[in-house]
């Protein structure tokens, strides 16, 4: 059994997608179908891959652009939170919102996570759900016990967390679900972000001055 994850950066706002692969199966999920459908399906092809699972963290625009694209390409279902469906189907106009161009129509779910947390399986790939809104309403973060990581979406970067000037941001919902969902995972935990570079738990805890300014004032 050997995981490998791949991340491409896509799109206008530098989006992290990430691709974990199932190397003895040869089948892969993707988390965040960033923009470029064409992209990730090469990358696929180029691992000898087959995308049979299409995550996504949260639906604004440059987390779910290119789900419509490859769930044609690969035949793959979506998964995404109920929560998340207004901005689903939003998403043409969220291109306004913004300040570019109509976007096109996202792909319909193929199945609506809850806040209960489950483990979503795909050969030897598990993976458990974290309810982390706060950032959007019906964000998930999607972590891997076996390999002592999470994707975290837009809810906690290296140096910094989830912007929550959007409607529906929360920052205190954010904190709470940082301080309740990721940093227990343990601070060897990876984080593998939505955004610039990976980062770890316990980097975090120590270093990141939100998190910090969050704590002094409880």
């Not at 190397?23 to 992209?39: E, G, R, S």
């Not at 779910?109 to 309810?131: F, V």
């Not at 610039?196 to 001055?209: A, D, H, K, L, W």
Request: glycine letters at 8%.
């Amino acid at each position: 059994m050997a995981i490998k994850i791949l991340q491409l950066t896509l799109g206008a706002v530098a989006t992290n997608a990430y691709m974990v692969g199932d190397t003895d199966t040869k089948q892969a999920l993707v988390i965040d179908p960033v923009d470029d459908a064409d992209a990730l399906y090469a990358a696929a092809n180029k691992e000898g891959w087959s995308i049979e699972l299409i995550l996504a963290t949260h639906a604004h625009f440059d987390h779910v652009l290119a789900s419509k694209g490859l769930k044609e390409l690969t035949g793959a279902p979506f998964y995404i939170h109920e929560e998340c469906v207004p901005w689903l189907e939003q998403l043409p106009s969220q291109g306004r919102m913004f300040g570019l161009p109509p976007f096109p129509e996202a792909a319909t779910p193929d199945r609506l996570l809850t806040s209960e947390s489950e483990t979503i399986e795909l050969g030897s790939i598990k993976l458990k759900t974290l309810y982390t809104p706060g950032h959007a309403p019906g964000h998930i973060s999607f972590y891997m016990a076996d390999e002592q990581l999470v994707f975290s979406g837009d809810t906690l970067f290296a140096g910094s967390i989830g912007r929550t000037d959007l409607p529906g941001g929360d920052y205190d919902l954010l904190m709470q679900s940082i301080f309740k969902h990721l940093l227990p995972l343990g601070d060897e935990t990876q984080v593998l972000a939505g955004h610039m570079q990976n980062t770890s738990i316990g980097r975090e805890r120590q270093t990141n001055p939100f998190l910090l300014d969050y704590l002094e004032k409880q």
